[in-house]
Antibody, heavy 117, light 110 residues
Framework: EVQLVESGGGLVQPGGSLRLSCAAS????????MHWVRQAPGKGLVWVSR????????SYADSVKGRFTISRDNAKNTLYLQMSSLRAEDTAVYYC??????????WGQGTLVTVSS | QSALTQPASVSGSPGQSITISCTGT?????????VSWYQQHPGKAPKLMIY???NRPSGVSNRFSGSKSGNTASLTISGLQAEDEADYYC??????????FGGGTKLTVL
């Protein structure tokens, strides 16, 4: 069974940093692209970032470019999102998702990031 | 990276059919057959319902179908059931090698 479990969310002050993790199991993690998608409270889904299977290629939404870094450790079956210079508008539930068919075929349950003083 | 345009809400009675539109540009929806649709129930993670415009993942009911014409993709749900009440989001790959979601559509089953 495919499982994606996010962790690392919490309360952080504006300008602060946080690293999210996504532990994957039940599939060959190293052969799939992976994504991060976020959803602000009561709002819609917003794509954040994507990384290819070996970590050599990444892409980002303009709103996070230069502040967020996506990475992966295929030996640990884990996806990461390093977030810095956090702003109030980054407050959201962050989901990791497995990339397939140029979409996301499995999603984690999400981890809440709150940016507030 | 402007969001794709979806109607804020649609509604239908049990047994009826509804269609949700998703309008983008030639740089996303119109340029690639990489449109996906997701269903999200309150407090839950999204679920993939349609990929590559019109393909259903294993386990998704054949009441769900997708299509595309020009810069607009559509999701049709036939034989509406109470359990279909949820938020629906479209998404597309873009020419910037990024992805973009629509603003979401709330489906109400009357």
């Amino acid at each position: 069974e495919v499982q994606l479990v996010e962790s690392g969310g919490g309360l952080v002050q504006p300008g602060g940093s946080l690293r999210l993790s996504c532990a994957a199991s039940g599939f060959s993690f190293s052969t799939y692209w992976m994504h991060w998608v976020r959803q602000a409270p009561g709002k819609g889904l917003v794509w954040v970032s994507r990384i290819n299977s070996d970590g050599s290629s990444t892409s980002y939404a303009d709103s996070v470019k230069g502040r967020f870094t996506i990475s992966r450790d295929n030996a640990k079956n884990t996806l990461y999102l390093q977030m810095s210079s956090l702003r109030a508008e980054d407050t959201a539930v962050y989901y990791c998702g497995r990339g397939r068919y140029y979409g996301l075929d499995y999603w984690g349950q999400g981890t809440l990031v709150t940016v507030s003083s | 990276q402007s969001a794709l345009t979806q109607p804020a809400s649609v509604s239908g009675s049990p047994g009826q059919s509804i269609t949700i539109s998703c309008t983008g540009t030639s740089s996303d929806v119109g340029g690639y057959n990489y449109v996906s649709w997701y269903q999200q129930h309150p407090g839950k993670a999204p679920k993939l319902m349609i990929y590559e415009v019109s393909n259903r993942p294993s386990g998704v009911s054949n009441r769900f179908s997708g299509s595309k014409s020009g810069n607009t993709a559509s999701l049709t749900i036939s034989g509406l059931q109470a359990e279909d009440e949820a938020d629906y989001y479209c998404s597309s790959y873009t020419s910037s090698t990024t992805w973009v979601f629509g603003g979401g559509t709330k489906l109400t089953v009357l």
